[in-house]
């Protein structure tokens, strides 16, 4: 299956939490790799997306439309937090 970078969830995750959040650092549970949402490794299908960690591979994020709706688990992180003003 061809995956994409984690910028693929930017509408979703837009759609969800009304910001951008591809230039967010996520932090991961399992192995503790932190880096941008936009780094993401992302698979996408007719179900959803799942973005996995550049590291490890563990499952981060899952988006699905559901009745309509958006949902997301961000289960797989750690943190979520705002990226360093330049």
Known sequence: MQHVDGNALAGDLADLF???LTAMIASCAHCGARGPVAGLVVFRTAM???GRCAHCDAV???VVEHEGRA???LGGLRALEAAPVQ
């Open 18 to 20: 009304g910001v951008d």
């Open 48 to 50: 959803g997306s799942v």
């Open 60 to 62: 981060l994020v899952v």
């Open 71 to 73: 949902r997301a688990s």
